[in-house]
């Protein structure tokens, strides 16, 4: 029981997180459309530690599942 709300907070942090961030850079980029190419950027590296930070949730998860 105790793994499934493990990996459910996870992945609603990551969603809620993934979501602010694209909605910040879709806000960024509308102000400067200059910028677009740096703010991607940026972008794509945050959403990956994000997702990172997931699949580090979903193998502890799987190791209490299996371990204990």
Do not use: D, H
């Amino acid at each position: 029981m105790a793994s499934a709300v493990g990996i459910g907070i996870a992945a609603m942090g990551g969603a809620l997180a993934m979501g602010m961030a694209t909605g910040k850079a879709a806000e960024s980029i509308g102000r400067q459309p200059e910028a677009e190419g740096k703010i991607r950027t940026t972008l794509m590296l945050g959403l990956v530690f994000i997702e990172t930070a997931i699949i580090y949730a979903l193998l502890a998860v799987i190791l209490i599942i299996f371990v204990l």
